[in-house]
């Protein structure tokens, strides 16, 4: 079993910068691949980024390549998403997940273990 917890979101403005966290429970932790989803209003949930258990593997949704990063740290169990030149299409509620198969994030927009969520604001 994993819990997960986000922290990190709030109201920003366009071009600036928001760092994303997710706290994770559970021994298993650093054997899952985790990434980062996003719900706008009326809007279903899209994937944003993923990484793998060891951080070698990262993928993006081309909408957020060049400006966030996804990383870990396993000792902290621990996730992050860093947000640059954010944009108000960015404004969302953002979720981690984690899954065994790192294609079912990327690939399949599924996962195992959600986080409740953070929201995201970009004003222009």
């Known amino acids: 079993q994993v819990q997960l917890v986000e922290s990190g979101g709030g109201l920003v403005q366009a071009g600036g910068s928001l760092r994303l966290s997710c706290v994770a429970s559970g021994r298993t932790f650093r054997s899952y691949s985790t990434g980062w989803f996003r719900q706008a209003p009326g809007k279903e949930r899209e994937f944003v980024a993923t990484?793998?258990?060891?951080?070698?593997?990262?993928y993006y949704t081309d909408a957020v390549k060049g400006r966030f990063a996804i990383s870990r740290d396993n000792a902290k169990n621990t996730i992050y998403l860093q947000m640059n030149s954010l944009k108000p299409e960015d404004t969302a509620v953002y979720y981690c997940?984690?899954?065994?198969?790192?294609?079912?994030?990327?690939?399949?927009?599924?996962?195992?273990?959600w986080g409740q969520g953070t929201q995201v604001t970009v004003s222009s």
């Open positions: 990484i793998g258990w060891s951080g070698d593997f990262t």
């Open positions: 997940a984690a899954d065994g198969d790192s294609t079912n994030l990327y690939l399949r927009a599924r996962a195992a273990y």
